[in-house]
């Protein structure tokens, strides 16, 4: 069975928001899947993308093919350099916020 790694139209009409769903090739685009890796909002501003790395890596490893889009996502992510490189990508934290005190105005 070939797996893709591809988008699923969800919302209303005009609003569309995307799961990202691992599905055999010849269903459907919003048919049967076998386990959504995560989610894409466009309309959003900016977009949000959702996306669990571990099982998108996972799904990779297994033969899965990523649509051109798809493969665009998890390159945002840090996904596809997870999966190219075996190097789990550190979750970044904003120094800023981590460094500054908690109530620098109280006096």
């Known amino acids: 069975m070939a ?14 928001t995307y799961r990202v769903v691992a599905a055999d090739a010849r269903s ?3 048919g049967r899947f076998i386990e959504i890796v995560g ?13 669990d790395n571990e099982k998108a890596v996972k799904w ?3 033969g899965a093919q990523p ?10 992510t840090g996904a596809w350099d997870w999966f190219k490189t075996g190097v789990e990508p ?4 904003a120094a ?4 500054a005190p908690a109530d620098s ?3």
Do not use: F
């Open 60 to 62: 990779l490893r297994d």
């Open 3 to 16: 797996v893709k790694l591809r988008l699923m139209r969800m919302g209303k009409k005009k609003q569309p």
């Open 96 to 99: 800023d916020s981590a460094d």
């Open 105 to 107: 105005t109280a006096s």
């Open 28 to 30: 459907p685009r919003d």
């Open 67 to 76: 649509t051109e889009t798809v493969e665009k996502l998890l390159k945002t």
């Open 39 to 51: 989610t894409y909002e466009p309309r959003r501003d900016p977009s949000v993308i959702k996306i």
């Open 90 to 93: 550190t979750p970044s934290v």
